[in-house]
């Protein structure tokens, strides 16, 4: 079984600011990590992923993940953001074993910035 | 083309109605899914496609009912629904099981 936390269902930041948004998760087993990204009246979208090698990930957009394995987290961050971030993030984690592998989201952090 | 579409966007269907779905891949991924989202909550898994055929179905009750005509199509059949089941459905592929998936924008389903 595995399962992810995500702390904050709302994160409000200025525009331009520095921003975290944490995820950690729980599993017996090696895990892929996932954050996604979902748009007002809109599907997810993949934001970045971590399967192997390089613990840090980025994305063409600015956003950075860290998978740290021995606090068993994958938060997600941004230097300095911009209005347009405004959006729901899930973090999700999928097991390694091979095969389909049921993803299990996170409850989402809204992340509000502000002008 | 790495876009997956969903119709129709928005959907109002009464209790007695049956309507249907529709979500479309041609990325050549051999997994599909279903997923229904409520305001404010992440997706929730109802089914998942494999090679076209039912490998996951999560308990969902028998008014939704799931068909994968052929690798690029995926449909949702729906009967009798309740109020409560209004929410986004989002429909997913991806080219392995346990890799990143690709989602539609949804469909709105309102059921009066």
């Known amino acids: 079984a595995q399962s992810v936390t995500q702390l904050d269902s709302q994160v409000p930041v200025f525009e331009e600011a520095p921003v975290e948004l944490r995820c950690n998760y729980s599993?017996?087993?090696?895990?892929?990590l996932f954050w996604y990204v979902q748009y007002p009246n809109q599907g997810l979208q993949l934001l970045l992923k971590?399967?192997?090698?390089?613990?840090l990930v980025e994305s063409i957009n600015g956003f950075e993940a860290e998978f740290n394995k021995s606090q068993t987290s994958f938060h997600l961050r941004k230097p300095s953001v911009h209005i347009s971030d405004t959006a729901e993030y899930f973090c999700a984690v999928t097991s390694n074993s091979g095969g389909y592998q049921k993803v299990t989201f996170g409850t989402g952090t809204k992340l509000q910035v502000i002008p | 083309d790495t876009e997956v579409t969903q119709t129709p966007k928005h959907l109002v269907m009464g209790m007695t109605n049956k309507k249907s779905l529709k979500c479309e891949q041609h990325m050549g991924h051999r997994a599909m899914y279903w997923y229904k989202q409520k305001a404010k909550k992440p997706p929730e898994l109802m089914f998942v496609?494999?090679?076209?055929?039912?490998?996951i179905n999560e308990s969902v009750p028998s008014r939704f009912s799931p068909e994968c005509p052929n690798s690029s199509l995926l449909n949702l059949h729906l009967h009798a629904l309740q109020p409560e089941d209004s929410a986004l459905y989002l429909c997913?592929?991806?080219?392995?099981?346990?890799?990143?998936?690709?989602f539609g924008p949804g469909t709105r389903l309102t059921v009066t």
């Open positions: 971590y399967l192997s090698g390089s613990t």
């Open positions: 599993s017996s087993v090696s895990v892929y």
């Open positions: 496609y494999s090679y076209e055929k039912l490998s």
């Open positions: 997913a592929s991806s080219q392995r099981g346990w890799d990143e998936q690709y």
